[in-house]
């Protein structure tokens, strides 16, 4: 009977991560060269690409993973010269969204996952003598 709410809540974990993967594959195969050809001289863009060209689906994931952090944390990356200011001004205000969110929604999935692991390790695995 304890199993049942911990299965619950694999579930509602599970549902939402598989769609946010899918999700996120298709905005790393669509939009990774439309997204890098916005910062072309930036650092962070030119040694991620150099870096993880070659490797598929997984690379171009890696590639705009990396190209979206530095979009959210703009000043820090700006100040460590890895981001060209001038060409994030141009960076287009929807796709910037896009890739904010989807990848918010990613580390929201992976916090959810976290503390699932630390409930079921924690509480879950507790039960009552009766």
Known sequence: MDQIPIGLIAGFVLVPSFFILIWLAYVAHAYTEKAEAYLSNSSIVVGTRSIYS?????GKAIRIGGLTMALIFKNTYIK??????????????NLKRLLAISWSLHMLVCAAWMAFGIYSYFIGSFTLIS
């Not at 070659?54 to 997984?58: F, I, K, T």
């Open 54 to 58: 070659q490797a598929g689906l997984p």
């Open 80 to 93: 460590k010269g890895l981001l060209d200011p001038d060409e994030e001004k141009q960076f287009p205000d």
